[in-house]
């Protein structure tokens, strides 16, 4: 979860938001909140790697060193977002 997509949720739940800060608050602070509930999230996150049958795909076919290294980094990252 980013910093924006907390900021969007507490919008979304009636909390105003301008740039004159939030329910009587400065909008710095909350920004800074919504940071570290976003990076505490992330570090919640478990790690998802590659099954045995994804690298036996990867391998079977014809790639060079830099594409199977390549083709592993674009499953992981869509695996982990």
């Not at 969007?8 to 909390?15: D, L, V």
């Not at 004159?20 to 992330?42: D, H, R, Y």
């Not at 391998?59 to 695996?79: G, Y």
Request: glycine content about 8%; charged content about 35%; proline content about 0%.
């Amino acid at each position: 979860m980013t910093q924006d997509e907390i900021i969007e949720m507490a919008r979304f739940a009636g909390i105003r938001i301008d740039s004159f800060g939030f329910q009587g608050g400065f909008i710095e602070e909350f920004e800074a909140f919504a940071a570290l509930v976003a990076a505490k999230a992330l570090a919640q996150r478990t790690w998802v790697g590659l099954t045995d049958e994804e690298f036996d795909e990867l391998d079977k076919e014809d790639l060079s060193l830099r594409e199977f290294v390549q083709a592993i980094d674009d499953k992981l990252k869509d695996k982990n977002g």
